[in-house]
């Protein structure tokens, strides 16, 4: 065991640099000025250069939650780990955020500025912090230097295994934790590397309650691990990092992924040698998926989901508002009925709350979020649509873009088409889809169509006398009243049936219905069996190229 003094000296020892005091850096992070319940989140990513959606969940939930509160929301970035870092990366993270209107009080910038009074805001610029408090720590006897190698541990781990005891650098287990200065001061002159590790004082057998914001009241026992603080580059290690920034930085409230819920314990051991009041917890599930066999869920997975990728959604126009809504209704499943009460209501004013995000871990389902992205379209006028469509077309497609440009009131009359009434058609999920939307409305698009089989239900003959025939009554002027009125009695003159029911009595006497008579003439104009509206498609062609559809189609029914 080592001395009071000696730890002392250890840690002038240690850190013969680092002269500021605990103090001192507390001076420079004062305590926030907040109004009664304002709440100061954290959004901590670590820049991987790939932006999982389930960081735009956790984004979004940092910053809806102190908005509500007239909080303040923090990006940090937590660039610790120099193996995983990515040149571009933090860029990626706040364009991206941003690109979601996602956007943080305090904050690196892109160019490596930061917004704030608490920066730095990206770990790697803290270490001298880190140091300080690493200092502290051994000073008082709550840290201290180990020099044990790869293999050392990987021997200790055997012969725990063997003894069936628990592994981990613990207790009698931890070789360096009661060394003598004599020792260490030994290994140091060897130059020998070593990390900073907690001296745990915990008891494995001992609980203590907490309560979680999102899980409630729970038990969990002790921690008893010498976990790493600093590592032997002087990084120091999330563990370290999270109570001192935290607390730093003035953050009320600890929204995290659930996979460090087991790190609880420790980290409420830390926050109590570090001599800091325990921040609340809550611990967000993350965001899964229900496995191919349709039985099993497993995490959203960047590896194997497509889907789990931001850009993903960039790449082919998911509009972001669709997106933010779907992630609001896995936070809170009352979201929806939120919704469809208040149709016309910004997100913004939405309550989001912890409590009731799902402990189980919200499921999420790709068919589920373009159901509403295909509502929100549907939401928009045909102006937006053309000019939202624009925007993805000018990055994505640029050959749809210059059709957009060069035709923008033809354009807008298609995307108009049943945009309004009762019935609003809900077929564009992503701005992508826009260009289907265009193709039987532009003759080069529309030639490399293949025109459908109907000869199942119409012989080509018939088809081209029902072409023929309506070509000489076709109004364009006729409302779409007297438009099908006439459909219908050519379809009367040729021996369809109007009438479903009588159709349906007497089959025999008819050679089929007004609806086969009204597919000729769609897939005439449209080559498909389905499409928008037939009488707005007519009308938003034009005269003269429905008539040229019609007499193609008729000439080539020989
Ligand atoms: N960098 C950590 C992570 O990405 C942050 C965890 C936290 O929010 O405290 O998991």
């Not at 860029?91 to 500025?113: A, H, R, S, W």
């Not at 001992?206 to 032997?232: H, I, Q, W």
């Not at 209501?345 to 790709?366: R, S, T, V």
């Not at 025939?469 to 040729?494: A, H, M, P, Q, T």
């Amino acid at each position: 065991m080592r001395t009071k003094d000696e730890n002392i000296q250890l840690a002038d020892l240690l850190f013969p640099n680092v002269k500021e005091s605990v103090e001192d850096v507390f001076k420079k992070y004062p305590k926030r000025e907040l109004k009664d319940g304002a709440e100061v989140l954290r959004f901590a990513p670590s820049p991987t250069g790939f932006l999982h959606i389930g960081s735009v969940y956790s984004g979004l939930v940092c910053t809806k939650i102190s908005e509500q509160t007239d909080g303040v929301a923090i990006l940090r970035i937590e660039d610790t780990d120099k193996k995983r870092e990515v040149k571009e990366g933090v860029q990626l993270i706040v364009e991206g955020l941003k690109g979601f209107g996602i956007e943080f009080n305090e904050g690196p910038g892109i160019k490596g500025d930061s917004i704030g009074d608490y920066a730095p805001y990206m770990q790697s610029k803290r270490l001298d912090i880190y140091k300080v408090f690493a200092k502290y720590m051994i000073a008082k006897g709550s840290a201290y230097p180990c020099f044990i190698t790869e293999d050392q541990l990987a021997e200790i781990r055997e012969q725990q295994e063997k003894a069936g005891a628990r592994t981990g650098y613990y207790g009698s287990w931890a070789k360096w934790r009661d060394a003598s200065l004599e020792e260490i001061k030994s290994e140091l002159e060897n130059g020998s590397p070593f990390v900073v590790r907690l001296y745990s004082t915990g008891d494995i057998e001992n609980t203590f309650e907490m309560t979680d914001g999102v899980k409630g009241r729970v038990t969990l026992r002790e921690n008893d691990m010498d976990a790493v603080l600093l590592k032997s580059d002087g990084f120091p290690t999330y563990h370290f990092a999270h109570p001192i920034d935290d607390t730093l930085m003035g953050v009320t409230m600890v929204t995290r992924g659930d996979e460090w819920f087991s790190s609880v314990p420790l980290h409420y051991e830390l926050f109590a040698k570090l001599g800091f009041k325990q921040i609340p917890y809550t611990h967000i599930s993350p965001l899964m998926k229900m496995d191919n066999d349709g039985k099993s869920k497993r995490k959203l997975s960047k590896r194997k989901d497509p889907e789990a990728d931001v850009q993903y959604y960039i790449d082919h126009g998911y509009p972001k508002e669709g997106i933010l809504e779907y992630l609001l209704t896995l936070a809170n499943s009352n979201f929806y009925d939120w919704r469809v009460q208040n149709p016309n209501l910004d997100i913004d004013e939405f309550q989001l709350k912890l409590e009731k995000f799902n402990k189980a871990g919200a499921l999420f389902d790709i068919v589920k979020l373009e159901d509403i992205c295909k509502e929100y379209i549907a939401s928009l006028s045909a102006e937006q649509v053309y000019e939202k469509s624009l925007d993805w077309a000018k990055k994505y497609d640029k050959q749809t873009a210059k059709l957009l440009e060069l035709n923008k009131d033809y354009c807008i009359n298609i995307f108009n088409i049943e945009r309004s009434g009762s019935k609003i058609r809900k077929d564009i999920v992503k701005f992508e889809d826009s260009k289907l939307q265009l193709r039987i409305f532009f003759d080069e698009l529309f030639n490399e169509e293949e025109y459908e089989d109907i000869l199942n239900r119409v012989d080509r003959d018939i088809q081209k006398e029902i072409v023929e025939r309506y070509i000489n009554i076709y109004n364009s002027d006729e409302d779409n009243v007297v438009w099908f009125e006439n459909i219908k009695k050519l379809g009367d003159s040729l021996g369809f049936c109007s009438d479903r029911k009588e159709y349906e009595e007497n089959k025999e006497k008819y050679k089929g219905t007004v609806g086969d008579v009204a597919m000729v003439l769609r897939v005439a104009i449209t080559k498909k069996t389905q499409s928008p509206d037939l009488y707005q498609v007519m009308s938003v062609l034009g005269e003269q190229k429905a008539r040229q559809r019609l007499e193609k189609y008729a000439s080539e029914m020989v």
